[in-house]
C-alpha cells in the first residue's frame, strides 16, 4: 500500500511539471526500443553501423536525458512552494513536521529505489556504448563516406583482422578520453561536413606508438634476411613479365643471442635516433642524431641544415625514430597505379592475354576523374572502344575486354577515392623509397647526411637489400631456387 501512495505522489509530482511530462514522454517512448534493440544487440551482435549508432548514440542519451528531466522537474520546479526548498527554515520544517517529514521519506526512499535501477541500466548502457564505440563497425563504417576509403584499404592490408582500437588507442585512461574527444569533434565535423578531404594523417595525435605495434610483433627476434619476389608486366603488347627479386635485409632489434643488425637496428634499445623535421608530414629531415650505447653521439647534417631549421619556426620538431617512421601505412596500404595492376594481372583478374592492356589500363586508370561512377564509365568506355578500334579481329575480343574492364575498375576503386580527393600517390609509404628515390629511407638515406667526420647515411643501394634481379624475364636466381 505504501509504495502505491510513493508512486502516486511521484506521477502527481511529474505531472504538476511540464519539465517533468516531457521528461516522462521521452522516457516512455525510447525504453522498449532501448531495450529490445540492446538486448537484441548482446544477443546477435548486430554488426549494421547504424543500428548501434541509432541505440548508442540517439536512444541511449535520449532516455538518460528524459530520466534526467523527470527528476529535475519533480524535485526543484514543482511551482512556488518547493522554491522553499532552499531555505533553511523551510528544511527546518521539512525534518521536525512529522507529516512532512513523512513525505521527505518517501521521497527519499523513492530516489534510492529509482537511481539503484537506473544504475543497473545505466552500466549496461555504457558496457555497451563501450563496445559499440571501439568496434571496427562504428570506426570504419558510421561515418559512411568519409572513412571509407581508409576502411577499404584496411581491408585489403594484413591487418584486417585487428580492430581499429588496437592501433589508434593506447593503453590507459588518458588514451581513451583523448580517442573520445577527437571522435566528438570528428562527428560534429561529418555532421557540418566541414572534415577534411582527405582525412589528415594524425601524424601528431592518434598515430599508434611503438609499444602499440610490440603487442603483437617483436622485432628482437626477428632474424636473417627475406626472398622478396615482385612480378610486374612491361607496357609492351605482350604484356612481357618480369621480375624484381630482392633480398630484404630485415634483420634484428637483437636480443640475447644475436645482436642488432639490417634494417631493425633503427629499433634496438641499444640504439636511440632521433630527427628533426621542418614540416608538418615530416619529409624533409635535414638533421639526424644518433646516440649509441655507450653514450657517444653523431649529427648527420644536410648542407643547408642549419638554416632550414633555423627558418623551420614552430614546425621544427625532435623526435625519437620508431616502428610508424618506417611502418607508417601498416594497413591503410594505397598502392601506386602500377603495383596496383600488376598484381590484379598476376592474379589473372586482368587477362594477360590482351594485348598492351598493362599500357592501357595505366593510362585510363591515371586520368582524373570527378567521382567512382564516373571512373568506372570512362574506363568502361575508353578500353571498350580502344580494343573495337585496335583489335577488331582479336578472338574472343569481348569476352577478354569485358573481364578486363571488371579488373581495372576494381583496381581503381581499391585505391582512389575522388570524393574525399584521394588519388594514386596521396598518402605516401615509407617503406622503401618509390621510383625516384627520394620518399621513405631516402629522407635520411640520400648519401647527403654528412657527419662532423665525414661519414653519411648510406644511400648504397646493398645497405639494404642485395638486388639479385631486376625487370629480367627468367632471373637466373630463381631458376636456381625452382630447380629449373
Ligand atoms: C595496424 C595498425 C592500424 C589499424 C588496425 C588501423 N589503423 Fe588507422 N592508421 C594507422 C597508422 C600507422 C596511421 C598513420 C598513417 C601515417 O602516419 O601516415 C593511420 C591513419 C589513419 C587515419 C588518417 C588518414 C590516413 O589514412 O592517414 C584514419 C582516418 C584511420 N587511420 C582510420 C582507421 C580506421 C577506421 C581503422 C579500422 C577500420 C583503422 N584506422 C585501423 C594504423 C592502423
Ligand atoms: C593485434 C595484433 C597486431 C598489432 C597491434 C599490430 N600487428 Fe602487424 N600484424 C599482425 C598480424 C597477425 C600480421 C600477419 C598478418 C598475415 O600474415 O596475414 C601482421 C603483419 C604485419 C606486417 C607484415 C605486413 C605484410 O604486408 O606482410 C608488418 C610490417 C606489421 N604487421 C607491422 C605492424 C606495425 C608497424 C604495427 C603498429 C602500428 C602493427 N603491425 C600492429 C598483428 C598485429
Ligand atoms: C628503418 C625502418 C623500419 C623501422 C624503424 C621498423 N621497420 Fe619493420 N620493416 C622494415 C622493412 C623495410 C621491412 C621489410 C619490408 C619488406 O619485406 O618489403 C620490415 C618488416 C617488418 C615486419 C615483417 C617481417 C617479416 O619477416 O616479413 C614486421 C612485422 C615489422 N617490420 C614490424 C616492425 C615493428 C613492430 C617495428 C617497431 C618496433 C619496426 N618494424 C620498425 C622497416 C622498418
Ligand atoms: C630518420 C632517418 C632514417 C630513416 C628514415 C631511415 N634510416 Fe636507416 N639508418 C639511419 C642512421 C642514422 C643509420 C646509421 C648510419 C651509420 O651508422 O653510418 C642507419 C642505418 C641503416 C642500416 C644499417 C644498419 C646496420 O646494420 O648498421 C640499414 C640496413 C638501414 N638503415 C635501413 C633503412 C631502411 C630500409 C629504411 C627505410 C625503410 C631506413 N633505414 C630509414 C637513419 C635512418
Ligand atoms: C635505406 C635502404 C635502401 C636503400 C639504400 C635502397 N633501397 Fe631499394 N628498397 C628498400 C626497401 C625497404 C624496399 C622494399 C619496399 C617494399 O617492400 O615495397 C626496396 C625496394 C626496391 C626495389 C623493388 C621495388 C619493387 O617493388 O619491385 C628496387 C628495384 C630497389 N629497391 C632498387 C634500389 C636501388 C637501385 C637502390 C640504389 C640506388 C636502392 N634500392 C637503395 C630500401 C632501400
Redesign the pocket.
Known amino acids: 500500500m505504501g509504495q502505491f501512495e510513493i508512486l502516486k505522489d511521484f506521477v502527481f509530482g511529474i505531472s504538476r511539471s511540464r519539465v517533468s511530462l516531457i521528461g516522462a514522454m521521452i522516457v516512455t517512448v525510447t525504453t522498449p526500443f532501448l531495450f529490445g534493440y540492446m538486448l537484441a544487440d548482446t544477443v546477435w551482435h548486430i554488426k549494421n553501423p547504424y543500428f548501434g549508432g541509432a541505440i548508442y548514440l540517439a536512444l541511449g542519451p535520449a532516455f538518460l536525458g528524459g530520466l534526467a528531466m523527470i527528476f529535475v522537474g519533480a524535485f526543484f520546479f514543482r511551482g512556488q512552494r518547493e522554491v522553499h526548498l532552499f531555505t533553511l527554515q523551510y528544511l527546518r520544517k521539512y525534518f521536525t513536521e512529522p507529516d512532512m517529514f513523512g513525505r521527505l521519506r518517501k521521497n527519499v526512499f523513492l530516489i534510492v529505489l529509482l537511481t539503484s535501477v537506473n544504475f543497473v541500466v545505466f552500466s549496461m548502457f555504457l558496457y555497451r556504448a563501450y563496445h559499440y564505440m571501439e568496434s571496427t563497425t562504428f570506426c570504419g563504417q558510421f561515418c559512411h563516406t568519409v572513412m571509407n576509403p581508409e576502411l577499404t584499404a584496411y581491408q585489403n592490408s594484413?591487418?584486417s583482422r585487428?580492430a581499429c582500437v588496437?592501433?589508434h588507442i593506447g593503453a590507459g585512461a588518458d588514451w581513451f578520453v583523448k580517442s573520445k574527444i577527437s571522435g566528438a569533434r570528428q562527428l560534429l565535423a561529418v555532421a557540418a561536413s566541414t572534415y577534411p578531404r582527405p582525412i589528415e594523417t594524425p601524424v601528431h595525435g592518434l598515430r599508434?606508438a611503438r609499444e602499440?605495434?610490440e603487442?603483437?610483433?617483436r622485432p628482437e627476434l626477428f632474424h636473417g634476411d627475406k626472398l622478396s619476389v615482385d612480378r610486374r608486366f612491361l607496357d609492351d603488347e605482350q604484356n612481357t613479365e618480369v621480375y624484381d627479386v630482392l633480398l630484404m635485409k630485415v634483420g634484428s632489434a637483437g636480443d640475447r643471442v644475436q645482436s642488432s643488425h639490417g634494417i631493425h637496428w633503427h629499433v634496438a634499445p641499444q640504439n636511440k635516433i632521433s630527427y628533426r623535421a621542418t614540416d608538418h608530414s615530416r619529409m624533409v629531415i635535414p638533421e639526424v642524431r644518433l646516440t649509441r650505447e655507450d653514450g657517444s653521439e653523431v649529427v648527420f647534417k644536410t648542407d643547408d641544415a642549419d638554416k632550414q631549421l633555423a627558418t623551420g619556426g614552430t614546425l621544427v620538431e625532435d623526435r625519437e625514430m620508431d616502428?610508424?617512421d618506417c611502418?607508417n601505412r601498416?594497413s591503410h596500404v594505397y598502392l601506386p597505379a602500377e603495383e596496383a595492376l600488376d598484381n590484379k594481372i598476376a592474379e589473372g583478374v586482368i587477362p594477360v592475354a590482351l594485348p598492351f592492356i598493362k599500357q592501357q589500363a595505366l593510362e585510363v586508370v591515371n586520368a582524373e576523374y570527378t567521382s567512382r561512377e564516373e571512373a568506372k564509365a570512362e574506363i568502361a568506355d575508353r578500353l571498350s572502344n580502344w580494343y573495337a578500334k585496335n583489335y577488331p579481329q582479336l578472338p574472343d575480343r569481348e569476352q577478354l575486354v569485358v573481364k578486363a574492364i571488371a579488373g581495372v575498375q576494381t583496381a581503381y576503386t581499391e585505391n582512389v577515392f575522388p570524393e574525399m580527393n584521394i588519388g594514386w600517390g596521396t598518402y605516401v609509404n615509407h617503406v622503401g623509397h618509390g621510383p625516384d628515390f627520394e620518399v621513405g629511407c631516402f629522407r635520411c638515406h640520400d648519401d647527403m647526411h654528412v657527419s662532423s667526420d665525414g661519414q653519411t647515411i648510406s644511400a648504397d643501394c646493398n645497405t639494404c637489400h642485395t638486388l639479385l634481379a631486376l625487370e629480367e624475364e627468367s632471373p637466373e636466381i630463381l631458376q636456381t631456387l625452382r630447380d629449373e
Open positions: 594484413a591487418h585487428v588496437e592501433c599508434p602499440t605495434c603487442q603483437c610483433h616502428c610508424i611502418h601498416p
